[in-house]
C-alpha cells in the first residue's frame, strides 16, 4: 500500500497521520520559536493546526478538480523513480515546478488562516516569516523522508 504514487492512500493510513502530526509538530515549535522565543504557545499551535487543516481541505479540492478524483497528488505528490527518471532533465524540471506550486499554495493558503488568527497579537510580517520558514523546514524534511524511502529504499 506504501508504494502508491499519491499521498492520499498514505495520509488515511495510522504511519500517514503519524507523519502529517510529527510535521505539524514541527511547524508549532519553529512558529513558537520565532513569534515567542519559546518551545510551545498554545495560540500558535491552534493556528498551525487550523492552517494545516485549511491547507490540507484544499489540496483535496484541488487535486480532485485537477486529477479527476485522485486524492492529494497536487498539494503533495508523491512520487518514485517508477514515475519520474531523476536523470531527465524534462521530467525532473516538471516535477520541480509542480512541487514549488504545490509548496507555494500552501504557504499562502496557511500564511491566510495564520494571520486571521494570530492578527490580534502579532503583526503581518512577524506571522508571515514564522508561516514561511515553518513551512520551509517542515516541507524539506518531510520530503526527505518521503522521497527517500520513495526514490531510495523502495526501488
Not at 520565532?34 to 498551525?48: M, P, R, Y
Not at 498539494?75 to 525532473?92: A, I, Y
Not at 514564522?130 to 517542515?138: D, M, P, Q
Request: aromatic fraction near 18%; charged fraction near 10%; proline fraction near 2%.
Amino acid at each position: 500500500m506504501l508504494n502508491s504514487t499519491y499521498f492520499g492512500k498514505y495520509a488515511s493510513l495510522p504511519m500517514g497521520w503519524l507523519f502529517m502530526a510529527c510535521l505539524l509538530a514541527i511547524e508549532i515549535v519553529v512558529m513558537s520559536q520565532i513569534l515567542e522565543h519559546k518551545f510551545f504557545n498554545s495560540k500558535i499551535a491552534f493556528s498551525a493546526l487550523i492552517s494545516n487543516v485549511v491547507s490540507g481541505i484544499a489540496g483535496v479540492y484541488a487535486s480532485t478538480a485537477i486529477n479527476g478524483g485522485r486524492l492529494l497528488t497536487v498539494w503533495f505528490p508523491w512520487v518514485s523513480s517508477q514515475e519520474v527518471n531523476l536523470e531527465n532533465d524534462e521530467e525532473l524540471f516538471s516535477f520541480v515546478l509542480y512541487f514549488a506550486v504545490a509548496f507555494v499554495a500552501t504557504i499562502l493558503v496557511e500564511l491566510i488562516v495564520n494571520c486571521l488568527f494570530l492578527k490580534k497579537r502579532y503583526e503581518f510580517r512577524p506571522v508571515m516569516r514564522a508561516t514561511i520558514i515553518a513551512n520551509v523546514v517542515s516541507f524539506l524534511l518531510g520530503s526527505f523522508v518521503l522521497y527517500s524511502y520513495s526514490f531510495f529504499f523502495y526501488d
